[in-house]
């Protein structure tokens, strides 16, 4: 599995896993199936046929949400103008019934999302052990990590009230969030001098600090359990990550002659135009240009000298001052709109929250659920921290391109795409692009 860099449109100067973890609601989810089935039938047909790889991606984006992905429904679908039309926002065909039971899902998200910051960030952040979104065939339901004790209880009634939808579960839990987080960073800390180490991250559902070792080493085993105690460690091999997780190179839309990229997103930074993207795509103090349409040399169009890089510690970014004129648009893909209408808060995404990128190697939209968000690694070169991982599939072309997601007529800005796999995609949050490049997305254009 080998990540590659990633692409954004720049035509019209567009925006653009490891753990399992997700999201939904089941009210009304339960009849989605027949109502599925009921569909087919209804809309004006057309004559499009998926690619092997467009399939293999849809099953990916289907299987992980619950939905059905045999070939024969996947490739029925594309026959229907309606259910194609879903692509704009989830990146693969659904019918009306599995489009309006993600919207709830997601509705089920961005609700729990305000609840959090609203109750659970002010008052029980001793008793919060993590949320994440358990997707499956009728909704899912959302999962909250209480600890125990008296307080707990009063946690849970007090979330009870606050929360309207129904589909919610509790689990308890022996550490909070808060006490999860603190523990992961001092393996983290040891961890990034430890060769054998292959990453660290948290599981919410089992909360525990996941310690992946690329071969068996007794020695680093038995001196994390010694230092962190065994309890709140879960140490396993994960020999195919350290061997396939590799930084991204290649890709579409500028380069600097050398490495081709893709950019993120526009923004400005003290006034000035700047386009961000992904910071191993070079050094500062090069000259990027647009790449041709035909991808042929030379390279005409002279975009900027890139003026800061960075690879980690904590974001894969880089900043381009540019010409005015090129910095004016915010839209996401070749179709001319989304235009971004704002930006991720650090550290306010929930495990199974719909994320999508769009490059034009891998083609268009495409979308997944958010799987981790605090997987530390050194696997693609310098240690960094907090990346996220989402469940879609990139190619070699997507790396730099913009994270995202909608809802209605609004488009969340969430993050850089740093690599992709043949299952899934790594992303630096873009609280922590914004915080090394100083440059503020462009908004509401």
Request: proline fraction near 2%; glycine fraction near 8%; charged fraction near 25%.
């Amino acid at each position: 599995m080998k990540f590659k860099k990633a692409f954004l449109s720049v035509g019209i100067v567009a925006m653009l896993s490891l753990p399992p973890q997700a999201l939904a609601e089941t009210e009304n989810a339960s009849n989605v199936p027949n109502a599925v089935n009921a569909e087919l039938d209804s809309s004006a047909e057309t004559d499009d046929v998926l690619s092997d790889f467009e399939l293999q991606r849809a099953k990916k984006f289907r299987s992980d949400f619950g939905l059905k992905a045999d070939d024969a429904y996947i490739k029925s679908l594309e026959k229907t103008a309606s259910f194609k039309e879903k692509k704009q926002k989830y990146g693969v065909s659904l019918t009306d019934a599995e489009f309006q039971d993600l919207q709830r899902r997601d509705e089920v998200i961005e609700d729990a999302k305000k609840v959090k910051a609203d109750l659970i960030d002010k008052s029980y952040t001793d008793e919060f052990g993590g949320v994440y979104y358990s997707h499956d065939s009728n909704g899912g339901v959302l999962r909250i990590g209480v600890k125990k004790g008296d307080k707990g209880n009063s946690f849970k009634n007090e979330l009870k009230k606050n929360f309207k939808h129904k589909n919610v579960e509790f689990f308890d839990v022996d550490y909070t969030e808060k006490e999860l987080a603190a523990i992961k960073q001092q393996v983290s800390e040891y961890a990034k001098n430890q060769p054998s180490v292959s990453y660290v991250t948290t599981s919410v559902a089992d909360n525990k600090v996941v310690v992946a070792l690329k071969q068996a080493d007794d020695t680093i085993t038995k001196v994390l359990n010694e230092k962190f105690g065994s309890k709140p460690l879960q140490i396993k091999i994960d020999n195919y990550q350290a061997k396939n997780f590799v930084s991204a190179y290649g890709g579409d839309g500028i380069t600097n002659n050398r490495d081709n990229c893709t950019i993120g997103y526009n923004g400005t930074k003290n006034g000035s135009a700047y386009v961000v993207t992904a910071g191993h795509c070079g050094p500062a103090g090069e000259m990027w240009s647009f790449m041709s349409y035909k991808n042929t040399f030379p390279y005409t169009r002279e975009l900027g000298v890139s003026q800061t890089s960075f690879n980690g510690p904590w974001s894969d970014s880089m900043a381009i001052p540019i010409r005015a004129e090129y910095g004016t648009a915010n839209y996401i893909g070749t179709f001319g709109y989304r235009p971004f209408t704002s930006v991720q808060a650090l550290n306010s995404d929930i495990l199974g929250e719909v994320v999508c990128a769009n490059g034009k190697v891998s083609g268009n939209i495409r979308c997944g659920k958010l799987t981790n968000k605090d997987w530390d690694t050194g696997l693609f070169g310098t240690w960094q921290y907090n990346l996220r991982m989402a469940s879609f599939v990139s190619q070699h072309g997507d790396s730099g391109g913009s994270i995202f997601a909608e809802s209605g007529t609004l488009s969340t800005l969430k993050g850089v795409l740093k690599g992709g796999s043949s299952w899934d995609t790594a992303y630096t949050h873009i609280g922590y692009v914004i915080q090394d490049t100083g440059v503020t997305p462009r908004l509401n254009n």
